[in-house]
């Protein structure tokens, strides 16, 4: 059951109560190169990207923001560290969000202006925490608990993080500020769960999920997964950003992904294949490959909608038409032979070249 939560909005998607699971990502431009920085949204935007966020480090970078969002077709966030004045400039440029970090935007009053200017524009402020960010009181308890106890290191990580957002929600909340949305983050799986476990037990804030600085894209992949499917199939969650050393793009795939493996989305078309083993007689691999191709070629040439939402790859005869017969299509390999399925009824053994062929031309004509 999902945690519930209230409803805000960023632009115009809802985010918490019973909205949908949003996906965001951030550019990795120079935000003052507007052309550059327009272009890789379109892209990103092409592949599924709900909410942009982007960096503001400098004045440059809220002069060019008017001109981005004048362009992007969906909602922009500010990314603030360090220098309030930065935040402010972004709301007035006409920001749809901010974010801030507790530990580094300075003091009290601070704060206190950018949650004033953002009542005013009615747009809401991110709360993040992260374990890079921790207030001075909480990075000492953590850099004082044995490392050689991971559980406990951990668990003090997360009370740190849910103690510095509390501390900064009772700063906005006195500014009667309660457009709020929280991340709670770290680079350690564990803890990131446990962090936002331990709010959501406290808070019906809305929640951004995900894990920081998750690393290069295998690794990256496998901690994002582990951590947001976690906190997904457990109830918490209401947006989400995949972080990965890798283009953008890529976070955005993975979040789709993640989404529609915890059952929160309905894949587009879902691509079974089995692992392999001694009886596999093709190139399994190359064959998914070449029909995942297929699926994503129908998309890129600007296809929406496919009849068709399960296909099975699979490597011998042993399984395959067992695994091929809920599926709408499938494929199934043999000695330099391969069947080919359509609901769940073989339609022809083909070569392997051919079988592609049919299996295409079936996906071809079910768009």
């Not at 409803?7 to 949908?20: C, E, L, M, N, R």
């Not at 440029?93 to 950018?114: C, F, L, M, W, Y």
């Not at 103690?163 to 900064?168: H, L, R």
């Not at 918490?236 to 979040?255: F, Y």
Request: proline share 4%.
């Amino acid at each position: 059951m999902r945690h519930s939560t209230k409803q805000i909005f960023v632009g115009d998607v809802a985010i918490g109560g019973d909205a949908p699971i949003s996906i965001q990502s951030m550019t990795n431009t120079k935000t003052e190169d507007v052309d550059t920085t327009v272009k890789q949204i379109l892209q990103l935007v092409d592949v599924g990207c709900e909410i942009i966020r982007v960096a503001v480090p400098n004045n440059d970078a809220v002069d060019a923001l008017p001109h981005i969002i004048n362009q992007s077709p969906i909602p922009v966030i500010a990314d603030i560290h360090f220098d309030y004045k930065l935040a402010l400039g972004a709301i007035n440029a006409g920001a749809h969000a901010v974010r801030i970090n507790p530990g580094n935007i300075g003091s009290i009053d601070k704060v206190q202006a950018v949650a004033k200017l953002a009542n005013e524009k009615n747009i809401p402020i991110r709360v993040g925490a992260n374990s890079g960010s921790l207030p001075k009181e909480w990075a000492q308890k953590v850099l004082e608990c044995d490392k050689r106890d991971s559980l406990a290191h951990d668990k003090i990580l997360a009370e740190g993080l849910v103690a510095s957002v509390f501390e900064q929600i009772k700063i906005l909340e006195s500014c009667d500020f309660l457009n709020i949305k929280v991340s709670l983050k770290a680079s350690s799986v564990r803890a990131t769960f446990l962090a936002y476990q331990l709010f959501a037990e406290q808070s019906d804030y809305p929640l951004h999920i995900g894990v920081t600085e998750a690393g290069t894209l295998e690794r990256g992949i496998i901690k994002s997964s582990v951590g947001i499917g976690a906190l997904l199939l457990n109830g918490i969650g209401d947006t989400l950003r995949v972080s990965l050393t890798a283009d953008p793009v890529e976070e955005i795939k993975v979040a789709k992904t993640i989404l529609e493996s915890c059952g929160l989305r309905e894949p587009i078309c879902e691509v079974v294949s089995c692992p392999t083993c001694g009886r596999t007689n093709i190139d399994l691999e190359g064959l998914a490959n070449k029909v995942e191709a297929i699926i994503a070629e129908k998309f890129s040439n600007g296809s929406k909608q496919l009849n068709v939402k399960k296909v099975a790859v699979m490597g011998c005869v042993v399984n395959g038409p067992g695994e091929a017969r809920d599926a709408d299509l499938g494929i199934a390999g043999g000695d330099n032979k391969v069947a080919v399925f359509r609901d769940g009824e073989v339609v022809g053994i083909y070569s392997e070249n051919e079988g592609l062929q049919v299996l295409a031309d079936f996906i071809t004509e079910l768009f």
